[in-house]
């Protein structure tokens, strides 16, 4: 999936006068009345026009893209922003608990198309289950999946091992098992389908067509993200551009992409060295350098957002892209910010993993630091549900102090700063009764 002659990685490009799309994005409103046909049905495929890179008939849904953007008044006042101005696209409600539905469903209608017979992936375990879950649907091929030693939550490698893909765990990280799925999957003539897939970015884009679909086609002021691997950044950039090139949209809203702090390179790029796309220049040989230092100071990413847990982003070009076409910034947030934040959430009533609360902390920062005005609508994408990774919430909550330092007290979170504690009774109908009384 790179360019031949610079190595970079390649774009899913369109002729659109072969391609004609809807005058408006009403038009897409039309296929809510067909919701019988499987692809009107997809959150991904009723798109179809604004991603046609297959026939219609040939485009693999497994249901994805049934998701919700909902208001958060509560969620509101914890960022600092005014009532009805925080909205939570939530992605847990995918097939698989997450976003990653979305561009498995696009990255596997070409693997079919092509007619590869197996199909890999690196992953910290969203990737993983999404892919085993494609594979056992729809029987068309079968899953290989690389992850590292420890660097899985159990919630996701449970799904994988559950859809029957053969798991292959190796010693490293992330990174490492990305390394090694490329040169596996060039060698054994294999379907790659991380995000270094640009058709995975094209499922991707869908996840905004479905936040302004809820907004009824108005853009909001502002996206907030999770950066990890950044193809969901990359690929928000890339369909605000080509929505707004066809006209369909009168501007772009504006990006904010949030590492946690125990990987945080686009964050050190973007803000420490100045990195920025220039025109497509992007300078590798700042991005070499840094990596170089990481090396030598044997820095590996560290976060309880094991889903954003990536020092070596694949997607980095295609994001400062994305950053430019949107004004974007970028932040970091630390594990105690995301936690406190995940628990907010919670408490609205929306359950998401680790790595999805980084976008309400980072909202949270960017308000304070007056970037984010208290007026301005935000869109914080919650990208995995919250049994992807239970023991975090379990830790955080927990009066098991054994167990909060085990999970939580390694990454240097310190408190649960808004832990629902269960209440510990004896054995006595009067005793609860008076605990309920106390505490309700």
């Known amino acids: ?45 009723r798109f179809h026009e604004l991603l046609p890179f297959a026939p219609l008939e040939k485009c693999v849904t497994a ?27 939530y992605e847990g409600m995918n097939p698989s608990g997450s976003f990653k539905d979305n561009g498995m469903s696009a990255a596997f209608t070409h693997a079919h198309v092509v007619g590869a017979k197996r199909a890999a992936c690196a992953s910290t375990g969203n990737t993983s289950a999404s892919l085993a879950l494609y594979c056992s649907v729809t029987g068309l091929m079968k899953a290989v999946i690389f992850v590292g030693s420890g660097k899985i939550a159990y919630g996701k490698l449970s799904q994988a091992l559950d859809y029957g893909a053969l798991t292959v ?43 302004l679909e809820a907004l009824r086609w108005e853009v909001p002021d502002w996206i907030v993200v999770p950066g990890g691997n950044l193809g969901n950044s990359s690929a928000f950039g890339k369909a605000f551009w080509e929505l707004y090139q066809l006209g369909l949209i009168p501007r772009i809203p504006r990006l904010a992409i949030i590492n946690a702090t125990g990987a945080n390179t686009l964050f050190e790029l973007v803000q420490g060295r100045g990195m920025r796309w220039n025109g497509g220049q992007v300078d590798r040989r700042t991005v070499d350098h840094f990596y170089h230092e990481m090396d030598s100071q044997g820095r590996r990413a560290s976060t309880i957002a094991s889903a954003i847990e990536i020092n070596r982003p694949v997607n980095l070009a295609k994001c400062l892209r994305a950053l430019e076409i949107c004004r974007g910034v970028v932040r970091e947030v630390t594990d105690q910010e995301i936690l406190d934040a995940k628990a907010q959430v919670g408490a609205g009533g929306l359950g998401c993993e680790p790595a999805s609360a980084a976008s309400v902390a980072g909202t949270r920062k960017l308000v304070s630091e007056g970037v984010i005005d208290k007026d301005e609508r935000v869109v914080c994408v919650l990208t995995g549900h919250q049994l992807k990774d239970p023991d975090a919430t379990v830790a955080y909550h927990t009066t098991d ?28 109908l009067d005793e609860i009764v008076k605990a309920i009384h106390l505490y309700s």
């Open 63 to 89: 249901g994805e893209g049934q998701t919700l953007l909902l208001p958060s008044g509560s969620v509101a006042a914890y960022v600092g922003l005014r009532p009805g101005r925080l909205f939570l696209q």
């Open 401 to 428: 102090q054994e167990l909060f330092n085990r999970v939580l007290g390694k990454r240097g979170v310190r408190r649960a700063t808004y832990a629902n504690r269960a209440v510990v009774v004896p054995n006595d």
């Open 1 to 45: 999936m790179a360019c031949p002659r610079c190595g970079g990685l390649l774009d899913v490009m369109y002729r659109w006068d072969r391609h004609p799309v809807p005058s408006s994005l009403r038009a897409f409103e039309a296929k809510w009345s067909a919701r019988h046909d499987p692809h009107s049905f997809s959150g991904v495929w």
């Open 169 to 211: 765990q190796i010693a490293g990280d992330f990174d490492d098992a990305m390394a090694r799925v490329k040169e596996v999957a060039s060698q054994l003539g294999i379907y790659l389908v991380n995000s270094v897939n640009p058709f995975r970015l094209e499922g991707q884009k869908t996840i905004m067509f479905r936040v």
